[in-house]
């Protein structure tokens, strides 16, 4: 079966240990996570995981199931990047000498529509958000420079179509 | 503060101050866990001083491991169908658990687990007896939390006896740090009847119902394989109601067996590895495939590839994520089964399928000659295991509690035990954990201490948990252990003789005197080798009203037939 990129989105309740209770459904898989991000979500003391990995559709299908059967899990789905809005966000830390005595630097940054977030007299912080391809471009063409440092976030991501947590939560309450 | 003088008030909204740990014990008897087996020790003691004050209401079982506590309440777990617990101290104690929560889960037994931990303020510091127990629990508990506050107690105590035992059930683990058990709180309990997140029942579909219905009622050679399914939900009515109106034949998975009697005439034997030749040979002929609260476990299903490749398939399952793992599903009912099988009883016809059945017929014909005459009646001088069965079935009539460990012997055991009442098999399905059997047997008493509970274990597993006799002793548990000693792992080495060209790797022991080893524990006990003497021997042991031990030495080097080597189709079951 084909493999493609699905993003899991988690909603739970906030509860030391589930992380690691998510996490270990794919380790016992022997899955790789391509990314991995936590935060709230739009519902008050509802927290999001946003998850993406390489399998094909059964599997993620059967990941979910179990990732769902989980007691402080509310509900998960899954998705395909053409089913959902995506994002991830990237920091380059070059040095400072650089942007003043190599012209090319400056529009590399200007092509890239990155954003300077920090100058200092050593270095300076460039912040890049956009689709894999384009954080990845961006270093690409800054490594010739010496990379400081570099880092990316897990991906972000809102799915088109509703997802319906808050009414899921209603029923609960008007049930008990 | 004489706490033990003031009332429990169930569902009380006044609230008492008292210590953590007597704000478990009192949880624990709101739930109506009177009866707990454990190992005591440092982070766990402020708990264990509560046990004594208030020991005339709930009986603490010492076992002599912490894997035996937990095996201990499985058994009385499945026997009794209430939620087994066990209590553990931090580090070592909690580590020893770990098997019995695994096997908890896979087997879904109800079980809370409630560990000591280090104070709050040394957690991370690597102290004495340290260990993350939750870390280590969470890939093989149905939840688990730690507790570092005593407040938190008597809401999770609740939460975790709710998820153990609602939908489908599996093993809790709560870790309990040592200064929330000494810290007092303000004590009122109210027992939990829902979580948010949490989806025990999913609501039956009746688009699938009447689905199912039509599949039914078209099917030609309809089969039905249930499992424990069927004893969890307490369908067996239910069950047997839509068996004798159907007319299906019908196989059990084995935590499916004793669900309905060994006698009834649509029982058509066990599926799987080990199984009967007829349900496994026919699951490749059927049209339509009923399965009832079971999980097609690869022991159950050889090859997926070519199983049921031309049946429609019907799935009664109550965890979703069950369904469409394994086999797919043509109609799922995804919820309790006591509650589907009740509305497909309703909606089907009566019905009878002589032709299809006599197909079962002909090929237990070809399994009684093959195998079954020569596991029972055998002109070979050694005893087989099989003998050693039929022998506990005259003497119990089918009435006992069996309780098995894991290899050859639990396979003989499942094959020709009869059973006339559910609830009556207990034994290491899904881990397979050896060892099992006898502190299983002591909590299956327990749970049920009017019945006769037969444990019938391998001279392998017995050594491994070999030192609950000793908690068998202290509590006078009346539980009749058999070892079916052949001086080998049995199963082992029939897998070395089979696929491994007779290389027997490290499977023959050399066994010490095991009934002098029973007789240290003063238990009556006794050997029997010859045939002419099994008959009077374990009838010596059935009549009995005191623990008692029997060994039986069977021949060294026999094995279980039938076979479905692993990965192969149903279609491949071996009879030689």
């Known amino acids: 079966m084909e493999k493609k990129n699905y993003t899991i989105s988690v909603y739970s309740e906030n509860n030391i240990g589930l992380l690691n209770r998510i996490s270990a459904i794919f380790l016992k898989r022997h899955i790789n996570l391509e990314s991995f991000s936590t935060s709230e979500s739009e519902i008050p003391n509802v927290f999001r995981f946003v998850i993406v990995v390489n399998i094909d559709s059964e599997k993620v299908r059967k990941i979910v199931e179990q990732i769902e059967k989980q007691i402080d899990v509310i509900k998960a789905y899954y998705h395909t990047d053409e089913e959902t809005i995506f994002q991830e966000n990237a920091l380059y830390k070059v040095k400072s000498s650089f942007l003043f005595e190599e012209r090319q630097i400056q529009n590399i940054i200007k092509d890239s529509h990155a954003t300077i977030v920090t100058v200092s007299p050593e270095f300076f912080v460039i912040e890049k958000t956009g689709f894999r391809e384009d954080t990845e471009k961006l270093r690409k063409n800054l490594a010739p420079y010496g990379l400081l440092q570099f880092v990316r976030s897990g991906r972000i991501s809102v799915s088109k179509a509703k997802m319906g947590i808050s009414e899921l939560l209603n029923t609960f309450k008007n049930n008990n | ?576």
């Open chain 2, 1 to 576: 503060m004489n706490t033990n003088k003031q009332n429990i008030k169930k569902n009380s909204s006044k609230s008492i101050r008292i210590s953590g740990a007597e704000a478990v014990i009192r949880s624990l008897l709101e739930e109506e866990a009177n009866l707990v087996y454990g190992y005591p020790g440092g982070a766990i003691m402020p708990i264990y001083d509560e046990l004594y004050k208030f020991q005339d209401k709930l009986h603490h079982v010492l076992t002599r491991h912490e894997q035996g506590a937990t095996h201990a309440a499985q058994g009385y777990a499945r026997t009794s169908g209430k939620v087994g617990v066990a209590l553990a101290t931090s580090g070592p104690g909690a580590t020893n658990l770990v098997t019995g929560i695994a096997d908890a889960q896979i087997d879904s037994t109800p079980m809370v687990c409630i560990t000591g931990q280090v104070a709050s303020n040394l957690l991370g510091s690597d102290a004495f007896q340290e260990t993350d127990i939750i870390g280590i629990s969470t890939p093989v508990t149905k939840w688990n939390y730690q507790i570092t506050k005593a407040s938190e107690i008597p809401e999770i105590m609740a939460k975790a006896f709710y998820i153990a035992r609602s939908g489908r059930p599996g093993p809790v683990l709560i870790d309990i740090t040592k200064d929330a058990q000494f810290e007092e709180l303000d004590y009122s309990y109210e027992k939990c009847t829902g979580i948010r997140s949490y989806r025990p029942y999913p609501e039956l579909s009746v688009d699938s119902l009447k689905k199912a219905v039509i599949l039914i009622e078209q099917a030609k050679k309809p089969f039905i394989v249930w499992g424990q399914g069927v004893i969890l939900g307490q369908a067996e009515e239910e069950f047997k109601a839509f068996v004798e109106k159907s007319g299906i034949p019908a196989a059990w998975t084995i935590l499916g067996l004793s669900a309905l009697p060994t006698d009834h005439s649509s029982n058509r034997g066990m599926v799987g590895m080990h199984g009967n030749y007829a349900p496994n040979l026919l699951t490749n002929e059927c049209d339509l495939l009923i399965a009832i609260g079971m999980r097609f476990d690869d022991r159950v299903t050889g090859s997926l590839n070519t199983y049921a490749k031309q049946a429609k398939v019907v799935h009664m399952e109550l965890d979703p994520a069950e369904v469409n793992k394994n086999v797919h599903a043509d109609v799922a009912l995804i919820t309790d089964c006591k509650i589907s099988l009740k509305e497909l009883t309703n909606r089907i016809s009566s019905k009878k399928y002589p032709q299809w059945i006599d197909r079962f017929n002909e090929l237990d014909a070809i399994e009684k000659e093959k195998v079954i005459d020569g596991d029972l009646n055998p002109t070979k001088p050694g005893l087989t295991m099989g003998e050693a069965i039929q022998m506990i079935n005259k003497h119990t009539n089918g009435d006992a509690i069996i309780v098995t460990d894991v290899g050859q012997h639990q396979m003989v055991a499942c094959r020709y035990a009869k059973f006339n009442q559910s609830k009556s098999n207990v034994t290491s399905g899904g881990l397979g954990t050896m060892g099992f059997a006898l502190p299983a047997a002591i909590g299956a008493k327990m749970g049920a201490s009017e019945r006769e509970v037969v444990a019938i274990i391998g001279d392998g597993g017995y050594q491994m948990t070999i030192q609950e006799l000793g908690t068998i002793f202290q509590q006078q548990t009346a539980v009749k252990i058999v070892v079916l000693n052949n001086g080998f792992l049995g199963m082992v080495r029939q897998w070395q003789q089979l696929f491994f060209d007779k290389r027997y790797a490290s499977t023959e022991m050399v066994n010490p005197d095991f009934v002098t080893i029973a007789k240290g524990y003063q238990l009556e006990a006794n050997r029997v080798s010859k045939r002419e003497d099994l008959d009077q021997e374990v009838k010596k042991m059935i009549d009995s009203d005191k623990p008692y031990f029997l060994e039986i030495c069977v021949e060294k080097e026999a094995n279980v037939f039938p076979m479905i080597p692993t990965g192969a189709s149903v279609s491949d079951i071996r009879l030689e």
